[in-house]
């Protein structure tokens, strides 16, 4: 075999595993997002009252507030681009949020760990090659999915009837689809335009899709 040959071989190799390497500034960015979407939740969890309220008049339709606890992750997945991003950013969100103080305490955590799980699952499922609007949003819905199970199971949700229990189901999965994927994306596409994101997949791709349409 050639030295040309082996060479081709070692980088196509080696690349994959390259990109999928954390930097420093991977998480230096991913713990900035974290730390900051946790005030987002603390913030978040002190108008919840207020907001439930406002949606009383329709049993369960809270579900759709939900989406306020579940963007970390899906933002972390899109700006890093890197296996665990999701996990790890929603992790650190609810621990911020737990340290500030919430009604539910420990369990902010619990809820985290579980919801960063989901979002990490629906960038898995594309095998981390969508960072799209695909990927926003199937982040979004499982991370949805996930704190609709908790609620209607392990939370005061759990009370209600079921027809209300259903309501909040498919409010919270809607809500993760449209607040944690979609605006998510929606986020990514405006800080890349900025240039803040240039040191990253997602800054560069829509550096060179402006190029294109130019």
């Given amino acids: 075999m050639n030295t040309s040959t082996s060479a081709s071989i070692t980088k196509d ?12 500034v991977d ?7 974290g730390v900051a ?9 002190l108008a919840w009252p207020g907001l439930d309220s406002l949606l009383a008049f329709t049993p369960g339709l809270s579900g759709l507030l939900a989406g306020g606890w579940l963007f970390a992750g899906v933002l972390g997945g ?10 790890f950013t929603e992790v650190v969100a609810a621990v911020v949020s737990m340290a500030l103080g919430t009604q539910w ?20 499922l594309l095998l981390y090659a969508n960072w799209r609007l695909l ?21 005061s949700v759990a009370a209600l009837a079921f027809e209300a229990r259903a309501v ?6 809607v809500s993760g689809v449209v607040i944690a994927g979609l605006l998510s994306w929606v986020i990514v596409r405006a800080l890349a335009a900025t240039g803040a994101l240039d040191r990253f997949a997602a800054g560069r791709e829509a550096r060179a899709v402006g190029s294109d349409a130019a």
């Fill in 105 to 124: 305490a420990f369990l902010t955590f619990v809820w985290g760990l579980v919801q960063g799980v989901a979002a990490e699952l629906g960038f898995a």
């Fill in 37 to 45: 979407a946790g005030v987002v939740f603390w913030l978040w969890g």
């Fill in 168 to 173: 909040y189901f498919v409010s919270a999965i």
């Fill in 135 to 155: 990927g926003a949003l199937t982040s979004g819905a499982l991370a949805g999915v996930a704190v609709a199970v908790l609620d209607t199971n392990f939370s």
């Fill in 78 to 87: 899109l700006v890093i681009r890197k296996p665990g991003a999701a996990l």
């Fill in 13 to 24: 190799t080696t690349k994959p595993s390259g990109r999928r390497t954390w930097r420093v």
């Fill in 27 to 33: 998480i230096v960015v991913a713990s900035v997002i």
